[in-house]
């Protein structure tokens, strides 16, 4: 079973960083999609944060495009979120993502909160 934990949260003052750390368990020796996903409030649905593909192709959620950057890391399977000039507005649950073939497994979320 895939397990992934999530890491590096916390609080932050506007303008500044953190870095989220995503490992995942339970995989196979295969390289798989992963990305990082947001939930805002309670009400709102998880949304797009960053992706990478199997191939290391990028994609951005336009709200976060210049300021973070996904990257993988030396071991398998694990994925970092580099956020720059975190915004209030990036106040949210950060969840990890990894899709396999036929299933898509999350994290358990961790909090980011951006205040002064």
């Known amino acids: 079973q895939v397990q992934l934990v999530e890491s590096g949260g916390g609080l932050v003052q506007p303008g500044g960083s953190l870095t989220l750390s995503c490992a995942a368990s339970?995989?196979?020796?295969?390289?798989?999609?992963m990305g990082w996903y947001r939930r805002q409030t309670p009400e709102n649905g998880r949304e797009l944060v960053a992706t990478i593909s199997m191939y290391d192709s990028i994609n951005y959620a336009d709200s976060v495009k210049g300021r973070f950057t996904i990257s993988r890391g030396s071991i398998k399977n694990t994925v970092f979120l580099q956020m720059h000039n975190l915004l209030p507005e990036d106040t949210a649950v950060y969840y990890c993502n990894l899709a396999t073939a036929d299933k898509s497994f999350w994290g358990e979320g961790i909090s980011v909160t951006v205040s002064s």
């Open positions: 339970g995989t196979t020796f295969s390289t798989y999609p």
